[in-house]
């Protein structure tokens, strides 16, 4: 995949790094995942598979790296087949976010996809950037060649203008 630089002209256009990990693919939910984000309007603008490197781990979630959950979470994202997602849309950060639910499966509403499908903290299948930046970092982390530079026509009955 190639093509532009993440960021977008339209101010609250946003691409954000949303990511299966390897209890959602274990599961099966890769199809209901993606199917979620379609659904709701946001364009898909990257998708791969991968065994995330030791060293593509540490550096994703390098902000937590003097949590004790650390080295646990980095076994369990090393473990197994990941599915990478780039996302675009307005305010795609915010709107990721609210369809993926808060960390605790316990603790997310249902209708999220943590709370339709976890029971964990940990094991919690999805992963979506929580900032701009953090979305920056980990588009260019995950999809160092770029993301699809496509026009989707559906779009024009996503948003009004
Ligand atoms: P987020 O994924 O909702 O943004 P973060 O606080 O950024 O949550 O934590 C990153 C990931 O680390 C979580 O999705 C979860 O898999 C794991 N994690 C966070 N807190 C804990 C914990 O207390 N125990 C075990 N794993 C945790
Ligand atoms: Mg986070």
């Not at 199809?31 to 709701?40: D, H, S, T, V």
């Not at 364009?43 to 781990?57: D, N």
């Not at 937590?64 to 675009?88: D, N, Q, Y």
């Amino acid at each position: 995949m190639k093509g532009r630089p993440h960021g977008g002209s339209v101010s609250s256009m946003q691409t954000t790094y949303v990511m299966v990990k390897p209890d959602g693919v274990q599961r099966g939910l890769v199809g209901e995942i993606i199917g979620r984000f379609e659904a709701k309007g946001l364009q898909l603008v990257g998708l791969k598979g991968v065994v995330p490197s030791e060293e593509i781990a540490r550096a994703h979630y390098a902000v937590h790296s003097e949590r004790p959950f650390f080295e646990g979470l980095i076994k369990f994202v090393t473990s197994g087949p990941v599915v990478c997602m780039a996302w675009r849309g307005v305010e795609a950060i915010k709107v990721a976010r609210g369809l993926i639910g808060p960390t605790n499966g316990r603790d997310a509403a249902p209708g999220t996809i943590r709370g339709d499908f976890g029971m964990d903290m940990g094991f919690n299948m999805i992963h979506g950037s929580d900032a701009e930046e953090t979305a920056e970092f980990e588009l260019n982390l995950w999809f160092p060649d770029g993301t699809m530079d496509w026009s989707c026509d559906s779009q024009k009955w996503v948003y009004e203008s």
